[in-house]
């Protein structure tokens, strides 16, 4: 008997690498947020520039250590139906630019040569096993770990040297399809291509049905490249229908804009079939505001352009985080083929590296230590007393919990200029109670200071410790 439960058990345990139980969803408290195996989820994560699978010289397992071993929870991750080419974007080892014959697409190679780049072209009707073998250990090995992974289906050609290094041109397949100019492939145009489109869907989405840590992304950065919202609707009403006999339901994201663009604007209606409205490089968060009102998790899904210097990128996950955004992703450069644990020298428009993801951490514990799911961005309660050039954003529970980020806004590109520590006076309006407040170094995750106070109700000065740029305040009624 023993022996036989003994046997059961492990059987569980290697089904719970793949099934941990329902996809991540939204949390049914409060729909800005997630629920992730039981437990109200933010994610947050500073991860490879997409190339996990595609690219056969990256190892992903000591990416995915890393990851884990920063507290992080969140992996980007394209899925094989378009990549880049060394040199693109001006990014060194660049994981979504593999090598020569070193690139893994989701259809199989024909036996007839002529692919841009060497080898042999691809057959769009034959699958590639090899992919799809480690499509889903990666993100078998991503669940292992306690990382949801953010699938992006497809994403448009920046130019004519990326479309003709798809396997979609028709100079690239032995099918004849995709004889068109590269803003047409994502446009419903031709129907002999958007049945390939079509069937690479159904077939990601059946290979990882069982998959508890996933969400899918409908497309990268849509607004360029001649990409329809009709291509996006359609893509979205496929995989509904492939999912439609599945137990299980994952959620679907939508890229909406660069920088600040309300979705309302760009999604006249926004499609009811998506859960998660992705924005990339959107610092002020202004977004989180125009779009608190969807009751949708509101995503920060990639950064860049500010420089290598950590400080930019974590002072833009702090002020999204507290302005009521779920998801930050900081596209991290650190990592590449050579450097899979991420400790490469950065030669890219952006930064990472192992301190920025330290800093990371420190937030996402910051965030999870309040009961955030009755939180919500606050513009009343900060009444004064921040330095001038400084900006003060908050999370609260009016009476209950409060999360305060103080700022200068950083300097993109270039250092800036050194300043001696400063102190001032927090002026907050707080019910009446009994408190106590933490600041917290967002570089140490060390708290400067600690101390409990009564208040009677209306306005309360609190008096910082000295800090340089940038430090957190944790309030909480006792």
């Known amino acids: 008997m023993l022996r036989r439960l003994g046997w059961m058990v492990g059987l569980a345990l290697i089904a719970g690498a793949l099934w941990a139980g329902e996809p991540i969803a939204l949390h049914p408290e409060n729909p800005h947020y997630f629920l992730f195996r039981g437990k109200p989820t933010i994610l947050i994560t500073s991860g490879e520039h997409y190339g996990s699978v595609l690219n056969l010289d990256f190892d992903y397992i000591p990416y995915l250590d890393e990851l884990q071993a920063k507290g992080l929870n969140l992996t980007r991750l394209f899925a094989g139906t378009y990549r880049e080419i060394p040199g693109s974007f001006g990014i060194r080892d660049n994981t979504l630019a593999p090598l020569t014959g070193r690139y893994l697409a989701p259809w199989a190679r024909s036996e007839t040569p002529g692919y841009f780049d060497g080898g042999n072209k691809f057959d769009l009707t034959k699958w590639d096993d090899a992919f799809f073998k480690r499509l889903k250990d990666f993100v078998g090995q991503a669940a292992k770990r306690g990382v949801v992974v953010e699938l992006s289906l497809f994403c448009p050609n920046y130019d004519e040297k990326l479309w003709k290094a798809s396997p979609m041109f ?14 047409d492939p994502y446009s419903l145009k031709d129907k002999a291509l958007t049945d390939v489109q079509d069937a690479v869907v159904r077939k990601i989405v059946g290979e990882l049905k069982e998959c508890d840590n996933l969400y899918y992304e409908l497309f990268n950065e849509p607004y360029f490249g001649g990409v329809t919202l009709e291509f996006q609707a359609h893509v979205a009403a496929t995989i509904a229908d492939a999912e439609k006999d599945f137990a299980h339901k994952h959620l679907l994201a939508q890229n909406i804009a660069n920088a600040d663009m309300k979705a309302l604007i760009k999604v006249a209606q926004p499609n009811p079939a998506v859960s998660i409205f992705n924005f990339h490089y959107c610092k002020p968060p202004d977004v989180v505001g125009l779009n608190y009102g969807l009751n949708k998790p509101i995503a920060f899904d990639e950064t860049g352009f500010r420089g290598s210097k950590d400080r930019a990128y974590r002072t833009e996950a702090w002020d999204f ?6 998801v930050f992703d900081n596209l991290d450069y650190s990592f590449s083929a ?13 930064g990472g590296g192992p301190v920025l993801r330290e800093q990371l951490k420190l937030l996402k514990t910051f965030i999870e230590g309040f009961n955030f799911l009755r939180m919500a961005p606050d513009a009343n309660v900060i009444k004064g007393g921040i330095p001038a050039g400084s900006k003060g954003r908050a999370l609260s529970e009016p009476g209950k919990q409060y999360a305060v980020f103080i700022h200068e806004p950083p300097v993109d590109k270039k250092p800036a200029e050194k300043k001696e520590p400063v102190a001032f006076e927090l002026a907050l309006e707080l019910p009446a109670g009994n408190y106590n407040v933490e600041w917290l170094n967002t ?18 000065k609190l008096a910082s410790p000295l800090y340089s740029e940038e430090i957190a305040v944790r309030i909480v009624a006792k």
């Not at 690239?172 to 590269?182: A, F, K, L, S």
């Not at 985080?321 to 779920?326: T, V």
């Not at 050579?338 to 952006?350: D, H, L, R, Y």
């Open 338 to 350: 050579k450097s899979p644990n991420g400790t490469a020298e950065i030669s890219a428009p952006g």
């Open 443 to 460: 570089l140490s995750g060390k708290i400067e200071k600690n101390e409990a106070f009564k208040h009677d109700g209306g306005e309360k």
């Open 321 to 326: 985080m507290i302005a009521g955004g779920s």
């Open 170 to 183: 028709s100079g690239n397949n032995v099918n004849g399809i995709g004889d068109m100019p590269v803003k």
